[in-house]
C-alpha cells in the first residue's frame, strides 16, 4: 500500500516562508491534497493538485502559497510565503478518491502522519 510521508514545517517568523513535501512510496494518479488543522478546530482545505497539474487554493492561501508536483520523484510540494500567525497547525497531506470533492476531508482515502508549522508573530 502506498504510503505519504510529509516533511518541512518549523518555525518561522511572520512574513516567512517554509516549503512542505509529500512524498509517496509509490506512483499515485489520485488528486493530491494538503489540509492543515489548528488546535481545537477542523480540518480544513489549503490546496490540492491533479497528477498533470491542475491546481486548486483556499482563499485565505491564494497569492501566497503555491502547489506544485513532480511526477518523476512521487512528490507534491507546497510552497507558502508571507506566512501569518494564523496559518500555524499540523499540515497533512492526503489522496483523494476518485470523483474527490476536493475541500471534503472525507474524500480522502490516504493520509500522511502530517508536520507542524508554527508561525510566530
Known amino acids: 500500500q502506498v504510503r505519504l510521508v510529509e516533511s518541512g514545517g518549523g518555525l518561522v517568523q511572520a512574513g516567512g516562508s517554509l516549503r512542505l513535501t509529500c512524498t509517496a512510496s509509490?506512483?499515485?494518479?489520485?488528486?493530491h491534497g494538503w489540509f492543515r488543522q489548528a488546535p481545537g478546530k477542523e480540518r480544513v482545505f489549503v490546496s490540492g493538485?491533479?497528477?498533470?497539474?491542475?491546481?486548486q487554493y483556499a482563499d485565505s492561501v491564494k497569492g501566497r502559497f503555491t502547489i506544485s508536483v513532480d511526477n518523476d520523484k512521487n512528490a507534491v510540494y507546497l510552497e507558502m510565503n508571507s506566512l501569518e500567525p494564523e496559518d500555524t497547525a499540523l499540515y497533512y497531506c492526503?489522496?483523494?478518491?476518485?470523483?474527490?470533492?476536493?475541500?471534503?476531508?472525507?474524500?480522502?482515502?490516504?493520509w500522511g502522519q502530517g508536520t507542524q508549522v508554527t508561525v510566530s508573530s
Open positions: 492526503a489522496i483523494g478518491r476518485s470523483g474527490v470533492v476536493v475541500s471534503r476531508p472525507t474524500d480522502y482515502i490516504l
Open positions: 509509490g506512483r499515485v494518479f489520485n488528486y
Open positions: 493538485i491533479t497528477w498533470n497539474g491542475v491546481t
